[in-house]
């Protein structure tokens, strides 16, 4: 089946969930329109076309997941996972890639040769190996029996590490803050919940830093001088993952310096004593069972 | 001494061991065990040197019996010895583990008194870890070569993979710089564990509680550079460990040298890391790309090209199996072709069930054309027409004239020849030369070496 469309001068703006994302391609495809651009309201961007709100409806979304499940998992799969991504382009990029799906139905996620499947399989790359990286180079610290990680992540990857952790350590608590969207992912007994959180104190447990400091001796041991290749370190674990890795950051007592990024987004009336971090403000979005 | 002493001193002991993966097993958590497994392995950490972190990789004691002409923790070295108490052990790998730091445990020992001896005190450590701590993470465990089979059996039934280092590439030399190590005692293990592996397997899949014997396989580790094998002797080697004791790794480890002996090199001799390099390529077209080991080195030219890689090279001395239709070759074709490899054969053969595949499609699926293009048509069209010499530049690998700052202290700012730039790089440098010049005429001279060739 073919769905024709021609590119509109019109910028559509949606409320940024996914839901509202589905109801700009129910939009899409009932005015057969291609429009000049997708906002979400986290990016103000200003353009010379007229707007168009496009308002969230669950019931339009629904009829529109309902078709990509049809395309099969991994259509479904990419979608998901792309839309995780925090690209300016990334609206454009998946309207042009369920367009052609549709087009084309099942098997187009193998269409690696098309430009909008490729373009869509990039940012699905993109994200995933940000969460590998994550899952890689994450690093708890303990306090009061719960652990707690800090991550500055591009995109939202909070849901991609959720199996893993989940899987790993089936019996612990722990929290992971996503300190760049402000959002932290709790998990305690069955149930996982994200929550809204603006501010995370370093540990200052010393039975937690003794840890670290042997963690820190540890990899300066395996060391070998000879073969120092710091490119090659870099190329495998790029800068901007070592601010929050206990054995990349200065000295074994240095206090890491997220103390200072995570202070500037934390909001007024929100107290940044108190070392537990489940007395810090927390605000419920979503809960999940696990 | 403290636990942080101890690990420190465990640590640079066994730093030398290459095996650091954490590959071949997947198994998810359960509830009541603390950990996971993923078939890919997973890094946790690199080091300043590139190498990764995956385990705790350390030594269950560095106080050794043998005295092992390379090695730093033999008999006569004089260092600083420790042993671990399987307690202490247990208690830091479940500690790293829980905060991310690691994947598991590499277990390894030097031989404390007899290899029996200290097989039992691994096993012992390595039980408590499982069995009180219920540890379900990965464990390497690496095998003393001379122990009783049915430690080796234990063993590997705590573990998941098993390792037995055949350390040097023939007997020769094995005797000749590890007169306590035997050909026939390393063999046996490796033997033993390939058996019970591949036995275990069969009967999982029979009965229900059949108990896994190293899941993830066994791998082996040898020297490069500390003895005058040719890289076609080390080739054929792995070639015949993979096929006759299915292993999943032979790793290589260029030789530091640690200590003053005549019958090694002289302490000054840089690491061979580039060859490491040109054999770890090697070893991965025999693992994935279905090459033979006969096909990439021979009689008349027994070692690798420093400026090629050898699939690259493969290629030139085999001009009749090019060019290469992407819309209807074979996979194994495609993986023949220099810039196309296992990913993305494996994309091009889904992407062309639905579309005709041009250069651009090839670019958006993740070929490497500035290499591939001279090996392709498309729909009948070439890829590219070059001459010789643009073929032989579009071809040399960048990792060989490879320069750059390395930065060991702040007025450090001098542009340096790579440690895994050719050997030649270096010595022209240390004689004087610019840096950069010597790059660009050693870049020259390898181009008009291989033009000439082909």
């Known amino acids: 089946m073919h769905y024709q469309a021609d590119v509109a001068d019109v910028v559509y703006r949606y409320d940024g969930s996914m839901q509202g994302f589905l109801c700009c391609v129910f939009e899409s495809f009932c005015r057969k329109e291609l429009p000049a651009e997708i906002c979400s309201p986290a990016e103000d961007r200003l353009t010379l076309y007229p707007d168009r709100e496009i308002l969230t409806d669950s019931q339009r979304a629904q009829r529109v997941l309902a078709g990509i499940e049809r395309l099969g998992g991994s259509v479904k799969q990419r979608f998901t996972t792309a839309f995780l991504s925090t690209d300016p382009e990334k609206e454009r990029i998946l309207l042009r890639y369920l367009r052609t799906a549709f087009n084309t139905g099942r098997g187009v996620d193998q269409m690696l040769g098309d430009p909008d499947v490729a373009a869509a399989w990039q940012l699905e790359r993109a994200v ?73 104190d370093p540990v200052s447990d010393p039975e937690e830093l003794e840890w670290q400091s042997m963690w820190k001796r540890f990899f300066k041991a395996l060391t070998i001088e000879q073969r120092r290749n710091e490119r090659c370190q870099r190329t495998h674990c790029p800068r901007r993952f070592w601010q929050d890795m206990c054995e990349m950051t200065g000295g074994c007592l240095a206090v890491p310096e997220r103390t200072v990024s995570t202070a500037k987004r934390s909001l007024p009336g929100n107290s940044s004593e108190g070392t537990d971090i489940r007395s810090s403000t927390l605000v419920t979005i979503s809960q999940t069972p696990q | 001494m403290d636990l942080a002493e101890k690990l420190e001193i465990l640590a640079d002991s066994a730093k030398y061991d290459v095996a650091c993966t954490s590959s071949g097993v997947d198994r998810p958590g359960q509830h009541g065990k603390i950990g996971s497994c993923a078939a890919p392995g997973i890094c946790h950490a690199f080091t300043p040197d590139g190498r990764c972190v995956s385990l705790l990789k350390v030594l269950y004691s560095n106080s050794c019996s043998y005295d092992c002409s390379y090695c730093v923790n033999r008999r006569s070295n004089d260092i600083r010895r420790a042993t671990f108490i399987p307690r202490e052990l247990a208690e830091l790998t479940i500690g790293f583990y829980r905060r991310n730091y690691i994947e598991g445990l590499f277990l390894s020992s030097a031989v404390m008194g007899n290899p029996d001896l200290t097989m039992e005190r691994m096993i012992e450590a ?79 899949q029979v009965y229900r509680g059949a108990k896994p014997f190293a899941p993830a396989g066994q791998s082996t580790q040898m020297i490069i550079g500390a003895s005058p094998e040719t890289d076609r002797h080390i080739i054929g080697l792995t070639e015949a460990l993979y096929k006759k004791y299915s292993l999943k790794r032979v790793f290589y480890s260029a030789y530091l040298p640690v200590v003053e002996d005549s019958r090694l090199p002289a302490l000054t001799t840089r690491p061979p890391l580039l060859r490491e390099h040109r054999l770890y390529q090697a070893d991965w077209l025999l693992r994935y790309y279905h090459f033979s080991a006969s096909e990439l080195l021979s009689e008349e030219e027994p070692n690798f090209n420093p400026y090629l890689d050898p699939k690259c090279c493969w290629a030139l001395r085999n001009p009749a199996c090019f060019p290469v239709e992407v819309n209807t070759a074979s996979k194994e074709e495609l993986l023949r072709v220099p810039g196309i490899g296992p990913k993305s054969a494996q994309r091009i053969i889904k992407a062309r069930r639905m579309q005709h595949l041009g250069l651009a499609e090839l670019k958006r699926i993740g070929v490497v054309l500035k290499r591939a293009q001279y090996f392709i048509t498309c729909n009948g069209y070439l890829g590219a027409h070059g001459t010789r010499a643009e073929i032989a530049n579009a071809l040399l690998d960048p990792k060989a004239f490879g320069v750059g700052v390395q930065q060991l202290s702040l007025d450090d700012c001098m542009p340096k020849a790579l440690p895994d730039a050719a050997p030649e790089l270096h010595q022209l440098t240390a004689e004087g030369m610019d840096v950069l010049q010597a790059a660009a005429l050693l870049r020259q001279e390898a181009v008009t070496c291989i033009t000439r060739q082909m």
């Open chain 2, 126 to 204: 390595l039980r408590i870890l499982r069995e009180e701590y219920r540890f379900h993470g990965y464990i390497h465990a690496k095998a003393i070569p001379g122990a009783d089979p049915l430690l080796v059996r234990r063993l590997g039934l705590l573990a998941d993979r098993m390792s037995v280092n055949i350390e040097l590439p023939s007997e020769v030399s094995l005797q000749r710089l590890a007169p306590d190590k035997k050909k026939a005692a390393v063999l046996a293990p490796m033997r033993q564990i390939a058996d019970e592996s591949r036995q275990s397997r069969r009967e999982m």
């Open chain 1, 128 to 200: 995933n190996g940000e969460a590998h990286h994550f899952i890689e180079f994450l690093r708890f610290e303990e306090r009061g029996g719960m652990l707690g990680a800090v991550i500055h992540p591009k995109n939202m990857v909070l849901p991609l590490l959720r199996g893993h952790f989940c899987s790993r350590l089936p019996d612990e608590s722990f929290l992971i803050y996503d300190a760049s969207h402000g959002v932290a992912m709790m998990r305690r007994g069955d149930t996982v919940r994200y929550l809204e959180m603006t501010d995370y």
